[in-house]
């Protein structure tokens, strides 16, 4: 499993200069058509590729066709690229503003592009982001999303609340979707293998009235046909319309 990196653990000034273009430009390097943009770009696809792991200044540079020198021309070192990577991956879905069904389907919207969004970038679930850096992605991400749910009515910091309860169910999901798939990869054991060699003892289990509660359950209870997902995050905005409602009475 890869290890886990933290966000906002560079050079916090330098980092807010080059996300906002607020500082000296980078001084270019010898490589004809270099920029910071494309340094971030190929270290995003680097990490889709292989993993956080593997995105160092060398290989980074390795990958640009250039030596490693030229990149720090450009910015400190990787912890501040991280934080450039992060915020070039949360830039906002226009699907959002675009949703129909008011606030529910907005936040429906972002549910399924944030789920999205960790499919196509597993190598979010390592970063430490209790302490971001608020570049123009993640800020217009988080202005796209606020400006959808304002006709919630809600108090402002419930909208933050609620955009956290969102991005903290769709995590979840990811994470287990994601760490499914890296089991697959690194044990090379199937699903079905996997159970396969737990079924003798599960059945003496069940068989044993220890557990009536699970021995009862339905042969599909555990079955890969149900989307979990959708049915938590109907649940979720079920109970968010209650609130609205009974906002809107008062």
Do not use: C
């Not at 049915?231 to 079920?238: A, H, M, N, P, S």
């Amino acid at each position: 499993m890869a290890s886990t990196e933290t966000s906002g653990s560079g050079d916090v000034g330098r980092t807010l200069e080059l996300l906002w273009e607020t500082g000296p430009r980078p001084s270019r390097g010898p490589k004809p058509g270099l920029t910071l943009d494309r340094i971030v770009e190929a270290a995003v696809q680097l990490a889709d590729a292989e993993g956080l792991e593997a995105v160092t200044m060398r290989r980074v540079s390795t990958e640009l066709g250039t030596g490693t020198m030229t990149l720090y021309r450009y910015l400190p070192g990787k912890a501040e690229l991280l934080d450039l990577m992060l915020d070039r991956v949360q830039r906002p879905d226009p699907g959002v503003e675009a949703a129909e069904g008011g606030w529910r389907g907005a936040l429906e919207q972002v549910a399924s592009q944030t789920l999205a969004n960790y499919r196509r970038h597993p190598w979010l679930l390592y970063v430490n982001q209790a302490r971001p850096i608020l570049g123009p992605g993640a800020v217009q991400s988080m202005e796209v999303v606020l400006s959808a749910i304002k006709p919630m009515g809600l108090a402002d910091v419930e909208l933050i609340s609620v955009v956290v309860m969102i991005d903290n169910y769709v995590v979840g999901a990811a994470r287990a979707e994601v760490f499914h798939q890296e089991a697959l990869r690194t044990t090379g054991m199937t699903d079905a293998d996997f159970w396969q060699a737990q079924q003798p003892v599960l059945e003496r289990a069940m068989n044993s009235g220890r557990f009536p509660t699970m021995a009862g359950l339905d042969e599909e209870a555990f079955g890969q046909e149900f989307d979990h997902f959708d049915f938590g995050l109907r649940r979720i905005l079920d109970g968010l319309e209650d609130i609205v409602a009974e906002r809107a009475r008062s």
